[in-house]
């Protein structure tokens, strides 16, 4: 056994935890910055779209450069991908703030200041796509890099690892509420924060050896890491890829259907392979997955706020249930081999996805903040193992594929959560608070305060707020007593993801004891 694999080198894999952080702190202070009302909204007088569109482009540069970084990573090299992940945030951080130069000018105003204010976001959005393909980057080269370091015991590590994430968004959301008055005047300051841990991972890292990756020291070939991965996971991929660059550009869904199906083609045809079975499969489950973890933790907050302010909570406790459970994640990743240890990786995650049943099923209709934190533990304990150990699982049983299986799959999550699964959990809320208000008052009543309205799975209709507040007082208040507490029983529909990778996890569990047992595969 080499000393590298007898005595990694902690100071790498601490530099890659911190650097995991950097990005919880982008994606929970601009969170915050496009969110807030005395942030980016006052200083570039932003609307709710323009909001959302800056967020999201922050968002599916990360998703899209994670998979698309690892077909040539093991090229450019890990302190080469590191190095231009710290550019990145850089390069958002100037961007940012010659936005807040040109805004902030003297003598504007009037048309001038709003043609200031355009260019502005411009700066803003390209400076959020940019942020984007950093937070990937990132991603891309430290869980191949833990995977190689750890090549005995890689879902233990590789949870550890991902203990950054929920303890990046426990930190720099915690820091972000502490500096609210200060980022008030000035929000540069939480630009700032971003800087530290990224600062940080880069002089750690700089100098630090990096490992060869598994799959090239065992001289696996560059294409039969793609035959790993096939046509059909080149489809899954590709499609969603595509779709995503689609929604952005607005591209027409025939040419996004025609592109997907020419790439996946060429790329099967290449590497002469249809994917292997079990690397698809895995990716399957990893859409209700990233639905049930992201798509929930992103709606969970404002789920919870109205249950917990009728308790006497004050302005913004939703959030800390969002804080509350990630701090839980946080915790348990870091204890993560004892539990795998014991149960296996496929055991431990049908546990959690009982866990998450449960947890999802009884918040739905959850009352008192008591019993609300009790079954939040129980969601929080339930997701915290399923990212991790997934890309545990996928590395260890396939580890030909390199960097590309082991990152393509955790993209192929993260593009799911808002192409498929956010608005599959919005419909799923509709269709609560239409039953909830049609048994509160009558069928005609929600009829006549909603309006129709199409997504691409289908038509469905939504509640008009502005229909709503045009009733009469009493009616009103009735109306939206019944319209929230369809939302929070929403998160029993959404129990439908865990139930269906329950199932995925149970038919592995059979299949792997039908060959003898769980056993990572060496290469």
């Known amino acids: 056994m080499s000393s590298q694999e007898s005595e990694p080198d902690m100071k790498l894999f601490w530099g890659c935890f911190i650097a995991l952080i950097t990005t919880a702190f982008a994606f929970i202070t601009r969170a915050f910055l496009v969110n807030a009302d005395s942030f980016w909204p006052k200083t570039f007088d932003l609307d709710q779209v323009q909001g959302q569109e800056l967020f999201q482009a922050g968002v599916w540069p990360f998703a899209i450069s994670i998979i698309v970084f690892s077909l040539i990573i ?155 991965f096939g046509f059909f996971g080149a489809l899954l991929a590709g499609y969603l890829i595509f779709r995503q660059l689609g929604m952005v550009f607005e591209w027409d869904d025939n040419f996004v259907y025609f592109v997907t199906l020419s790439a996946a083609t060429a790329y099967g045809i290449y590497c002469s392979s249809l994917g292997r079975p079990l690397i698809i499969f895995m990716c399957l489950i990893m859409i209700p997955l990233a639905t049930t973890e992201l798509g929930t933790d992103s709606a969970i907050a404002g789920l919870m706020e109205e249950p917990l302010k009728k308790e006497g909570a004050g302005e913004g406790a939703g959030l800390w249930v969002l804080i509350y459970t990630s701090a839980i994640m946080m915790v348990l990743r870091f204890f993560a081999g004892p539990i795998v240890g014991k149960l296996g990786p496929l055991g431990l995650l049908a546990a959690s996805a009982v866990l998450a049943i449960a947890g999802l099923y009884f918040l739905s209709d959850a009352e008192g903040i008591a019993m609300i ?36 799959i955790a993209g192929i999550g993260m593009l799911a959560v808002g192409i498929l699964g956010g608005p599959v959990i919005g419909k799923m809320t509709e269709d609560s608070i239409k039953a909830s208000v049609e048994e509160a008052t009558s069928e005609e009543t929600y009829v006549s305060i909603s309006n129709e309205s199409t997504y691409f799975l289908g038509d469905y209709t939504a509640v008009d707020t502005g229909k709503v507040d045009a009733l009469p007082e009493d009616e009103a208040k009735k109306i939206k007593g019944s319209i929230q507490s369809g939302k929070q029983g929403s998160l029993a529909s959404v129990a439908i993801f865990p139930v269906f990778m329950l199932a995925c996890y149970l038919l592995l569990i059979f299949y792997f004891n039908r060959k003898g047992g769980y056993k990572p595969v060496e290469i």
């Open 74 to 228: 093991d090229r450019v090299g890990y302190r080469s991908a590191m190095i231009f992940s710290f550019v990145c945030y850089a390069a958002y951080a100037v961007l940012a703030f010659m936005a807040y130069g040109v805004v902030t000018a003297e003598g504007l105003s009037g048309d001038a200041l709003k043609d200031a204010q355009g260019e502005a976001y411009t700066l803003l959005y390209w400076g959020s796509v940019i942020l984007g393909l950093g937070n990937g980057t990132v991603e891309a080269f430290i869980n191949p890099v833990v995977a190689t370091m750890f090549k005995k015991d890689k879902t233990k590590w590789l949870n550890i690892l991902h203990a950054g994430w929920p303890g990046g968004l426990v930190l720099g959301g915690l820091l972000t509420i502490l500096l609210g008055a200060q980022a008030a005047e000035d929000w540069r300051i939480l630009i700032y924060l971003i800087a530290i841990p990224a600062v940080v991972y880069l002089f750690m890292l700089l100098k630090t050896k990096f490992p060869v990756n598994e799959r090239v020291s065992a001289g696996t070939s560059f294409k039969e890491m793609l035959a790993e």
């Open 373 to 408: 934190f009790v079954f939040a533990t129980l969601y929080g304990f339930g997701k915290t193992f399923f990212w991790p150990t997934t890309l545990g699982v996928v590395s260890e049983q396939c580890p030909k594929g390199g960097a590309l299986t082991l990152n393509a």
